[in-house]
Nanobody, 117 residues
Framework: QVQLQESGPGLVKPSQTLSLTCTVS??????????WSWIRQPPGKGLQYMGV???????AYSSSLKSRTSISRDTSKNQFTLQLSSVTPEDTALYYC?????????WGQGTQVTVSS
């Protein structure tokens, strides 16, 4: 079991880029076969998968968000990062990072991001 903690700004202006970081402890993000993902939950809606990065750094994204989403990592800090560009109020949500032996094995507590001017 690993521990994950999201961090980043809670308020982002429309058209800007949302950037969140997930810090992992209790395990390395480069452990072979591990996966690390971002998921969000808009108000009143279900969980939405956004994308994933593997232990080797390969990435995959939700088709609906692919044009605006980028996931990267800093192995020296044991962190992975989400960037979502050109945000609108519809991107307001509770954002989670998750991962481990599978992409949903362990979860962070989530961080609220509001898109508003």
């Amino acid at each position: 079991q690993v521990q994950l903690q999201e961090s980043g700004p809670g308020l982002v202006k429309p058209s800007q880029t949302l950037s969140l970081t997930c810090t992992v402890s209790g395990g390395s993000i480069t452990t072979n076969g591990y996966w690390w993902s971002w998921i969000r939950q808009p108000p009143g809606k279900g969980l939405q998968y956004m994308g994933v990065i593997s232990s080797s750094g390969a990435t995959a994204y939700s088709s609906s968000l692919k044009s605006r989403t980028s996931i990267s990592r800093d192995t020296s800090k044991n962190q992975f990062t989400l960037q979502l560009s050109s945000v609108t109020p519809e991107d307001t949500a509770l954002y989670y990072c998750a991962g481990g032996r599978d992409m949903y094995a362990d979860w962070g507590q989530g961080t609220q991001v509001t898109v508003s001017s």
